[in-house]
């Protein structure tokens, strides 16, 4: 099947900084690529949907300033955690697929804000 | 009311038991999936159902469309399945999730 890998699994960084997440689609174009967020023993929560080429759709109560995301490539979606502070500690989870129903689950990203 | 109902939240099982976790949903979908996510909170799509029947080894995933409604069954359970398991439907360009259902097998 196919594969969406994430990059880093796991990050740590100083509240104030900017930290930068990668999903990638190694074997297919993903024409749109979700962004989600799990809080401790909660469920996914969707952040913004990202389509190649254009502007991301964020969910209501997202902050677009805080949690840039640029798809710029049809294998390449990033999501940049500006200005972190501790409660943006989180689980981060992208999917990529095709119009269609075709989504694929990355792995997943641990954000630790110190 | 979630657009994703999940039974149980919780289940505990022996080891070898047969296991069942349900999933309703309330909108039209074009797709649903079962996620698996282990203790530390990584992410396995196990099945992207659209209609039918599914099965990978000791896991089985049914839907149907009609009803709304969607099983994963687990066969001769073991702890190592011991994890959340996630019912997730895309309906139009969004997913939506259920809560989770979390499974632990006994040895």
């Known amino acids: 099947g196919a594969v969406v890998s994430q990059h880093p699994s796991r990050v740590i960084c100083k509240s104030g900084t900017s930290v930068k997440i990668e999903c990638r689609s190694l074997d297919f174009q993903a024409t749109t690529m979700f962004w989600y967020r799990q809080f401790p023993k909660q469920s996914l929560m969707l952040m913004a949907t990202?389509?190649?080429?254009?502007?991301?759709?964020?969910e209501q109560g997202v902050e677009k300033d805080k949690f840039l995301i640029n798809h710029a490539s049809l294998t390449l979606s990033t999501l940049t955690v500006t200005s972190a502070h501790p409660e943006d500690s989180s689980f981060y989870i992208c999917?990529?697929?095709?119009?269609?129903?075709?989504?694929?689950f990355g792995p997943g990203t641990r954000l630790t804000v110190t | 009311k979630n657009e994703v109902e999940q039974s149980p939240q919780n289940l505990t099982a022996q080891e070898g038991e047969f296991i069942t976790i349900n999933c309703s949903y309330s909108?039209?979908?074009?797709?649903l999936h079962w996620l698996q996510q282990h203790p530390g909170g990584g992410i396995v799509s196990l099945f992207m159902?659209?209609?039918g029947k599914k099965k990978h080894g000791r896991l089985i995933a049914t839907i149907n469309i009609q009803e709304k409604h969607s099983s994963l069954h687990i066969t001769a359970s073991h702890p190592r399945d011991s994890a959340v398991y996630i019912c997730?439907?895309?309906?139009?360009?969004?997913?939506?999730f259920g809560t989770g259902t979390s499974l632990t097998v006994i040895p």
């Open positions: 999917s990529a697929g095709q119009e269609g129903y075709e989504q694929y």
């Open positions: 909108v039209g979908i074009s797709a």
């Open positions: 159902l659209s209609s």
């Open positions: 997730a439907v895309l309906g139009g360009n969004q997913f939506y």
């Open positions: 990202s389509n190649e080429g254009s502007k991301a759709t964020y």
